[in-house]
Nanobody, 115 residues
Framework: QVQLVESGGGLVQAGGSLRLSCAASGRIFSINAMAWYRQAPGTQRELVAIISSTGSTDYADSVKGRFTISRDNAKNAVYLQMNSLKPEDTAVYYC?????????WGQGTQVTVSS
């Protein structure tokens, strides 16, 4: 198992920035890709950004150019820099780690963007 702990969520005004962090522990050697997902009330969980073990990245169209995912393998951490935040970015953000046995999830951190 891999344990994931997110931090960095909070309340921010539209146009502002937040940086989410996710610390991984446990069987970290088995982690392949890492990702950030989000889920707003009444909606399905959606992929926000993903980064492979070699550093390749991909983003949801709605966040391209505003969000940046990065990974520090030495610290077993993944980050999500969120700029130019919009009210529609309001959601619980989850860190996820892809392992051969499936995805492991963090508990989530709330991001609220006020207009």
């Amino acid at each position: 198992q891999v344990q994931l702990v997110e931090s960095g969520g909070g309340l921010v005004q539209a146009g502002g920035s937040l940086r989410l962090s996710c610390a991984a522990s446990g069987r970290i050697f088995s982690i392949n890709a890492m990702a950030w997902y989000r889920q707003a009330p009444g909606t399905q969980r959606e992929l926000v950004a993903i980064i492979s073990s070699t550093g390749s990245t991909d983003y949801a169209d709605s966040v391209k150019g505003r969000f940046t995912i990065s990974r520090d393998n030495a610290k077993n951490a993944v980050y999500l820099q969120m700029n130019s935040l919009k009210p529609e970015d309001t959601a619980v953000y989850y860190c996820a780690a892809d392992r051969p046995s499936g995805w492991n999830w963090g508990q989530g951190t709330q991001v609220t963007v006020s207009s």
